[in-house]
């Protein structure tokens, strides 16, 4: 009988820390790009750092929040969302870009929006998307229980503590939602490999957007390439979506 290693809510670290973690300033080589969604042009949220055992990098994943449900961000494939898998030395926090020029001016930048009508909620005018609300690192618990489910429920019962604290499960087996969505890597082909799955976490101010479902984070080692996607109950996607 195998194990599950789960992932708990251990507190805070400083938004640059070098260590496993949901939020924060990604880590990154020199020169490397903040991404941006193929769907909409704008900027991703950084998500976590996932930092692979062994010395086989740090997977920083990403998913555009700048309309959350019309990018397809639960995608492993839509261009709404992005794992990047970097090598393990020589990162450094990857700095935020200017973003682009705001919406005051009579400037006639070259945006080519095909969505001229897009409604802007200006609600919170000074709450930058592309980061999460706080920085939580893990610490990792083995439970001898080969399902995520029970493993939770164990753990909680053990330590007293709320079952949303448990962040998600590392390595092991996916425990999928729906059906198995494993991606494949755009670079040799083959399945990638499973390194986390995540859930949204236990504040729902500073939790990252799953849908309330769970977010499955896999690479491809040998490849240096990343891939994630998410899951939820139900067959549609949360915010009703932008569908096929
Ligand atoms: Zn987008
Ligand atoms: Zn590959």
Not at 76 to 102: E, I, K, Q, V
Request: charged letters at 25%.
């Amino acid at each position: 009988m195998s194990a599950t290693t789960l992932l708990i809510h251990d507190g805070s670290a400083a938004p640059d820390a070098p260590v496993t973690r949901v939020g924060g300033l990604p880590l990154a080589p020199a020169g490397t790009d903040w991404p941006t969604c193929t769907a909409c042009s704008g900027q991703l949220q950084f998500i976590a750092q996932l930092v692979l055992d062994g010395g086989r990098g740090v997977l920083a994943v990403f998913m555009c929040a700048n309309d959350p449900g019309s990018c397809q961000e639960w995608s492993a494939t839509s261009g709404g969302n992005r794992a990047l898998l970097f090598p393990p030395d020589g990162l450094a926090p990857l700095p935020l870009p200017a973003l682009p020029a705001a919406e005051d001016g009579d400037d006639e930048s070259d945006e080519d929006d095909g969505d001229a009508d897009e409604e802007e909620d200006d609600e919170e005018d000074d709450e930058d998307v592309r980061l999460l609300g706080a920085v939580r690192t893990v610490e990792r618990v083995t439970v001898a229980e080969p399902e995520y489910r029970p493993a939770v429920k164990a753990w909680s019962e053990r330590s007293g503590r709320p079952g949303n604290e448990v962040l998600g499960r590392l390595g092991g087996t996916p425990d999928w939602l729906q059906y198995d969505e494993t991606p494949h890597c755009t670079g040799c082909g083959a399945p990638m490999e499973f390194i986390a799955q995540l859930e949204d976490g236990p504040d729902p101010l500073t939790a990252p957007n799953f849908g309330s479902g769970r977010a499955y984070a896999h690479a491809c080692a040998p490849c240096g390439r990343g891939g994630w996607l998410w899951d939820w109950w139900g067959g549609r996607p949360p915010g009703g979506g932008a569908g096929t």
